[in-house]
């Protein structure tokens, strides 16, 4: 079968082991070249107005300055950007990044209300999902270890015929000795697990795919307790599937699996991942720098009697996303809500399937912190907080470790030590090819637009060109 006969709209790629590729990275940076008034945009009708957004948040900026009796000069060392960057923000002449408007805040202490009138946020489209039943899967690898998933409905795929490719069994011999296969399925979720700690998606999506088809076939010849059993195993791997896709770098496939996770589950009788699910979409959302929606479906999933590694994962998210808002009193309330619950040992016969959510951190929520004190503007707290969660993470959990690093890194760089930021994303760059993650090239990406205004700084013309040649290859 040739690809041109699929209807390629809800393919979701198969990466390559190892090698990712990014259209985003690959354009050129546009410099808008200011012409030393406002900006203007089009308003449809065939007119112009002013960008009253940036003049608004240029005058509130300018009167929490003035009001807290810090200069111009003294402000801009103190957010680490040039006195005429700053000047030109007050004036309206550039357009405050949601990033530096969360610094301003917490410098000023505005309480989140510079963040909210900058927008706190720009997040990118909603991923437009894939409406389909999924009865038939289909899998393309090429020698080349690239490839592509592709779910689609049973008659399609009975239209594009099996003739050219290899039996693996009838359905009526998808069988396997009563017990065994549960206990086999679940000792291979552990290893793949941990292969995607230490590995891309490229290597890891192909048998993930593959196991949670063959898992939940399986569920048709087994008895009424070994099915429902099966069926939780396979959302399991579909959940992990759609985090692996999400990894690279394909919101609406990791939508997808999510969704199929949920359905697996539910005919396993497990009534609370459709909670967890939220929090995945959460998860998402935040990625995508949408932090009404990542709120919104962290709450909704806290609703009910849920357990409490769920609620926890949830408040958790949903403090992420008060932090993207800019609104710290909110973000640490959720915060101390989640951590005794991600820290509680599992209730009885709750985690008959694999544990929800990381496995190598001890203190999630701890680690939060760090991450949602950067988001939140305030770098130092953040930098003290990850260096220390990140001497617990194990040495071989590389994914884990990138992440995190990432963020530690961005930290240092938006205090202005420039030279230690450079140090570390030398360290994380070996790690961060290898796992091949979109969510970490996200902050390498911010990290590559700091160092752009340091060029001249020998630890950046060092760890530059890496890092850019890092983000062509990863999605």
């Given amino acids: 079968m ?27 940076e546009r410099k808008r070249r200011l012409s030393g008034r406002p900006r203007r945009r089009a308003t449809g009708n065939g007119e112009e107005s002013v960008a009253g957004d940036d003049v608004r948040f240029g005058i509130e900026l300018r009167r929490w300055r003035t009001r807290a009796g ?17 000047s030109k923000i007050e004036n309206g002449l550039k357009h405050a990044q949601p990033e530096f408007a969360r610094r301003c805040d917490a410098e000023l202490d505005a309480g989140g209300r510079l963040a909210a009138l900058a927008g706190a946020t720009e ?68 290893q793949i697990r941990k292969l995607g700690q230490t590995a891309s998606p490229g290597v890891v999506l192909p048998t993930l795919v593959a196991q949670t088809h063959t898992v939940r076939a399986l569920t048709g010849q087994a008895g009424a307790d070994e099915s429902g059993q099966l069926f939780r195993l396979a959302s399991r791997f579909a959940e992990f599937a759609g985090w692996m896709t999400q990894e690279a770098g394909d919101e609406r496939g990791a939508l997808w699996w999510t969704d199929r996770a949920v359905e697996m589950a539910a005919s396993g009788g497990d009534r609370h991942f459709a909670s967890y699910a939220l929090t995945r979409r959460a998860l998402i959302s935040l990625y995508r720098d949408d932090a009404a929606e990542a709120i919104g479906l962290a709450q909704q999933a806290q609703r009910g009697a849920v357990p409490a590694r769920i609620l926890g994962f949830a408040a958790q998210h949903e403090a992420q996303g008060h932090a993207l808002a800019g609104d710290y009193d909110t973000c640490m309330r959720a915060l101390d809500r989640a951590r005794p619950l991600l820290i509680a040992p599992a209730e009885e016969g709750e985690w008959s399937s694999p544990v929800l959510g990381t496995t190598n951190l001890d203190d999630p929520a701890a680690m939060a912190v760090g991450w949602c004190l950067l988001d939140l503007g305030r770098p130092r707290e953040a930098a003290v907080v990850l260096d220390r969660q990140l001497e617990s993470v194990p040495g071989d959990a590389l994914r884990t470790r990138a992440r995190y690093g990432a963020r530690r890194a961005l930290a240092y760089a938006q205090l ?13 760059l070996g790690p961060a090819e290898i796992v091949g993650s979109a969510t970490v090239a996200q902050d390498l990406l911010r990290l590559k637009r700091i160092f752009s205004r340091h060029l001249r700084t020998r630890a950046v013309q060092e760890v530059y060109p890496q890092l850019t040649l890092q983000l062509s290859t990863t999605n």
């Fill in 2 to 28: 040739t690809p041109s006969v699929v209807n390629r709209r809800s393919w979701f790629r198969v990466p390559a082991a190892g090698v990712l590729h990014c259209s985003a990275c690959r354009r050129p």
């Fill in 416 to 428: 202005n030590e420039i030279e230690q930021a450079c140090a570390l994303v030398s360290e994380l």
């Fill in 70 to 86: 810090i200069s111009l000069a003294d402000f801009a060392a103190a957010v680490h950007y040039s006195k005429g960057h700053l």
């Fill in 123 to 190: 997040a990118r489209p909603r991923p437009v999902e894939v409406a389909d039943d999924g009865e038939a899967w289909m899998m393309n690898l090429t020698g080349d270890g690239a490839g592509w998933f592709r779910p689609m409905g049973r008659r399609e795929a009975l239209a594009l015929g099996a003739a050219a490719g290899f039996s693996m069994g009838v359905p009526a011999r998808v069988r396997s000795v009563e017990g065994t296969a549960a206990v086999a399925f679940r000792r291979q979720f552990d």
